[in-house]
């Protein structure tokens, strides 16, 4: 396995990292085969676990927690995602005030188990939602020790380029893969201002040929 700097957090990742998501944290996907899958990439090197708060109807982070029980963890970047909740019947809530962003965090430690989270991203906000009370509220995260880092979670490019120019943010996660090659001058101003870039949807939904 091979690793990387994430950007100026001071934090180091695998080059593959384990979405915990979707059918991989649903009840009807096999409890010991998933805990299992995470126990392996683990052994194999892997070091970051990407997963939020509204995933798999909100069952992907205590899933994961599950599979983190017992095991150290102290080499691990964990990054979840707030401002999206479950909110019952297949559907997902959206709340990206600063008041629902802290208690997400607050929650999503208790259900992964973890002290600290390595990265926590809004996920999907505007950037109209990325106001001061909002940055003001991940630093006062950061200072509490709640998280190691923190960014966001955007498809949207023009949202991503507004968060390159912030300071408080340490890392983006963009849609990238071969469907989507237009996103790397973006990346590359991300680098170039220190960003932490993560490629969401690697592998286009499997919509390759």
């Given at each position: 396995m091979r690793y990387r700097p994430l950007g100026h957090t001071g934090l180091t990742v695998s080059e593959l990292?384990?979405?915990?998501?979707?059918?991989?944290?649903?009840?009807?996907?096999?409890?010991?085969?998933?805990?299992?899958?995470v126990h392996e990439a683990i052994d194999l090197g892997v070091t970051l676990f990407d997963t939020g708060a509204s995933y798999s109807a909100g069952e992907a982070e205590p899933r994961l927690g599950?599979?983190?029980?017992?095991?150290d963890a102290s080499n691990l970047i964990v990054a979840t995602k707030a401002g999206t909740y479950h909110a019952g019947s297949g559907r997902v809530g959206r709340d990206m005030t600063p008041e629902a962003v802290v208690a997400s965090a607050?929650?999503?430690?208790?259900?992964?188990?973890?002290?600290?989270?390595?990265?926590l991203q809004l996920h999907g906000p505007s950037a109209a939602e990325l106001n001061d009370e909002m940055l003001s509220v991940l630093e006062r995260l950061k200072a509490r020790g709640l998280a190691?880092?923190?960014?966001?979670?955007s498809f949207d490019p023009?949202?991503?380029?507004?968060?390159?120019?912030?300071?408080?943010?340490?890392?983006?996660?963009?849609d990238y893969n071969v469907l989507r090659p237009e996103?790397?001058?973006?990346?590359?101003?991300?680098?170039?201002?220190?960003?932490?870039?993560?490629?969401?949807?690697?592998?286009?939904?499997?919509?390759?040929?």
């Open positions: 990292g384990f979405g915990c998501a979707s059918w991989w944290g649903k009840p009807a996907f096999d409890e010991r085969t998933a805990l299992g899958l599950r599979a983190l029980k017992g095991r607050e929650r999503s430690l208790r259900m992964l188990g973890l002290e600290s989270l390595g990265l190691r880092a923190v960014g966001l979670n023009a949202v991503v380029e507004h968060a390159i120019g912030l300071p408080v943010i340490d890392v983006v996660m963009i996103r790397e001058p973006l990346i590359a101003v991300a680098a170039a201002s220190g960003k932490g870039v993560l490629a969401g949807m690697p592998l286009a939904m499997g919509h390759t040929r």
